[in-house]
Structures are given as C-alpha cells and as structure tokens.
C-alpha cells in the first residue's frame, strides 16, 4: 500500500496498461500539469483512496481532497480545473456533441474501449467477433478522420485523447487498417509524434507498437 496522499499535489492512481489510465495520462500531460502519477493495481492504493472508491478502480484521481473515478468525470473534472489548452469546446452544443462521442467510444454498450478489452480477454470466438466489429467502425468512419487534423475538429480535444490510447494498441490487438484505413492511420500518426503523448507511456505501452 501507498501512503496517503499529499492533499496539496494533484495525483494519479493508474493502470500501467489499461486504455483508460492511458487516456487521462494523456490529458494531463498535454495539459501540463503538475502531478504525481503511480502505475499500480488497484489493492496498491492508499486505503484512504480505496475506501472513497467505491468501484475500487483504475484510474482514480486524487485532488483537493476529493476521489475521482469516472473517466468522464475525471476528464472534465481536469479540463475545468487546468483551463489551458481547453479540450472541451465552450459552445454548449459543441461540448455535448463531444461529450455524446466520448460515450460512445468509451462506455456505450459495444463500445470500442468494450470491443478492446474482449478482444485481449475474451474467448477467441470472441475476440474474432470483436476485432471484426472493431475493424469495421473504424473504416466506416474514416470520413470523419479526414475532414479536420483532429476528430471533427482543428484543435485536439478529449475526444482525440480517447482515440489516441485506442489506436496505439490496434496492433496489439492484431487490427491492421491496410490501404481503406489510410485516414485514420493519418490521424493516428498525428496524435503519437505529440510530446505529451510521448511523456504519458509508461514502458508496456510503448511496446505495444
């Protein structure tokens, strides 16, 4: 177990190799933030951490105090805390229209984060299915990757972070996009020669491609 945190660092309990953990990571360093981030488990955590989470999960974030556990909520939380660069447009229909597709990247049911995970831990029958599933959505929106430098917009956002962590690992999950995929390639290639996103592996991860 970790001793309990300092109250006054910003700190990240994360995954060393889990999508999610990946994603926030991500967020923090382009943001620059000042922060203290530990790869663990989940029973490595301080059990003061542990105690205000009740899904006992990963990542968790510490701050001012309080625990934070949703990746949504965790995203947003350090977008409003660090305003610079915004990752979430100001506009109120821009910002939901973000918030509708980090839903459905990430938490939906059959979501793409989903069709990762049962692609490395399901039967193979099921991972078969998955990557099939996977594969297709990925060409099918191919459009969108190339209308802008990020995903249907000029500057990065959450979103783009979401996306990041995933595509990273399609080679781990023996997904290859071939020539229909070029776009998304692209844009993929875009996100992974940023410095923040550089800073944010952790060793495992920089394996994986």
Same mark, same amino acid.
Request: contains cysteine; negative net charge; hydrophobic residues 45%.
């Given at each position: 177990m970790l001793r309990k945190p300092n109250p006054s660092s910003t700190t990240l309990y994360s995954s060393p190799h889990e999508i999610e953990s990946h994603v926030v990571?991500?967020?923090?360093? !382009? *943001? %620059?933030?000042?922060?203290?981030?530990f790869n663990l488990k989940v029973d490595e955590m301080p059990e003061e951490i542990l105690e205000l989470n009740p899904c006992q999960s990963l990542p968790t974030l510490f701050d001012r105090g309080i625990v934070l556990y949703d990746l949504s909520v965790i995203m947003e939380y350090l977008d409003?805390?660090?305003?610079?660069?915004?990752?979430?447009?100001?506009?109120?229909? !821009? *910002? %939901?229209e973000k918030r509708l597709m980090v839903f459905r990247f990430t938490r939906s049911e059959g979501c793409w984060f989903e069709?990762?995970?049962?692609?490395e831990t399901g039967s193979k029958k099921q991972a078969d299915e998955a990557r099939k599933i996977l594969k297709s959505n990925l060409i099918e929106l191919v459009p969108l990757f190339a209308y802008k430098p990020f995903f249907?917009?000029?500057e990065?956002?959450?979103?783009?972070?979401?996306?990041?962590?995933?595509?990273?690992?399609?080679?781990?999950?023996?997904i290859d996009l071939g020539a229909p995929g070029k776009a998304v390639n692209d844009y993929a290639k875009r996100l992974f020669a940023r410095?923040?996103?550089?800073?944010c592996m952790t060793d495992c991860e920089k394996e994986y491609n």
């Open positions: 990571r991500f967020i923090m360093a !382009e *943001k %620059s933030i000042e922060r203290n981030v409003e805390r660090f305003p610079f660069p915004p990752l979430l447009p100001v506009d109120p229909i !821009e *910002k %939901s069709l990762a995970d049962t692609i249907k917009s000029d990065m956002t959450v979103v783009d972070a979401c996306l990041a962590a995933l595509l990273w690992r399609l080679k781990r999950l023996d410095d923040s996103f550089k800073e």
